[in-house]
């Protein structure tokens, strides 16, 4: 089992910029496709990005498409999301998530990823 720590959420101003890491240890890194998912107060939790597990791979929602961007260090354990363009519809916890399986393919559905952290509160007024 892979532990999972978000960091880098905060208020911002509509417009403005936030980006968001996320440490993994306790199992190798490499080898497993990450993602980004977040929820809204009395909503899902729904996708928001995922990298492959080479990093050559990456998969947006439309909602974000443009404005975010996730990437990843593998000699540091640590995947990222660049997000600009914030606008209070983003507003959330930001959940980041480890496949279940190494040398999974790329993927939107929450199912397939088994670790996932404690989250960190994004909230972007207008």
């Known amino acids: 089992q892979v532990q999972l720590v978000e960091s880098g959420g905060g208020l911002v101003q509509a417009g403005g910029s936030l980006r968001l890491s996320c440490a993994a240890s306790?199992?190798?890194?490499?080898?497993?496709?990450m993602a980004w998912f977040r929820q809204a107060p009395g909503k899902e939790r729904e996708f928001v990005a995922a990298?492959?597990?080479?990093?050559?791979?990456?998969y947006y929602a439309d909602s974000v498409k443009g404005r975010f961007t996730i990437s990843r260090d593998n000699a540091k354990n640590t995947v990222y999301l660049q997000m600009n363009s914030l606008n209070p519809e983003d507003t959330a916890v930001y959940y980041c998530?480890?496949?279940?399986?190494?040398?999974?393919?790329?993927?939107?559905?929450?199912?397939?990823?088994?670790?996932w952290g404690q989250g960190t509160q994004v909230t972007v007024s207008s």
């Open positions: 998530a480890a496949h279940r399986s190494r040398w999974g393919a790329v993927t939107d559905a929450r199912a397939d990823f088994g670790s």
């Open positions: 990298i492959s597990w080479s990093g050559k791979s990456t």
């Open positions: 306790g199992r190798t890194f490499s080898g497993y496709a």
